[in-house]
């Protein structure tokens, strides 16, 4: 029997504003059904004794030593800048121009 039905199917595209044809329904209920049936499959897999893990492989974290280093003042970076404002590039706009 079935878990996912093609009234379901249907109701889902109707909330998607997806127009399936009758054939597309069926064929839809179909895969998602085993898609389903597959997916709970997974449920039946002794898992006894295995160790929960975030990731299939040992990857060790690689940490970086946090140094300070120098960077641009405000005025170093907008020197060469064609427009600047309050410290800040002026680019042109390119959103909203025709309103």
């Known amino acids: ?6 009234d379901e199917v249907a109701h889902l595209a109707k909330l998607s504003r997806l127009a399936l044809s009758d ?6 209920a179909e895969q998602i059904d085993q898609i389903v049936a597959t997916v709970s499959a997974v449920q ?16 060790p974290a690689q940490m970086r030593e ?3 280093v120098p960077r641009l003042t ?3 970076a907008l020197d060469q800048a064609p427009a600047s404002d309050e410290q800040r590039f002026t680019v042109p706009q390119i959103l909203g121009e025709g309103e």
């Open 74 to 76: 405000a005025e170093q």
């Open 1 to 6: 029997m079935p878990e996912i039905t093609r």
């Open 44 to 59: 039946n897999v002794d898992t006894a004794g295995i160790t929960p893990m975030s990731h299939p492989h040992a990857i």
């Open 23 to 28: 054939e597309e329904l069926t064929h839809y």
């Open 66 to 68: 946090d140094v300070v």
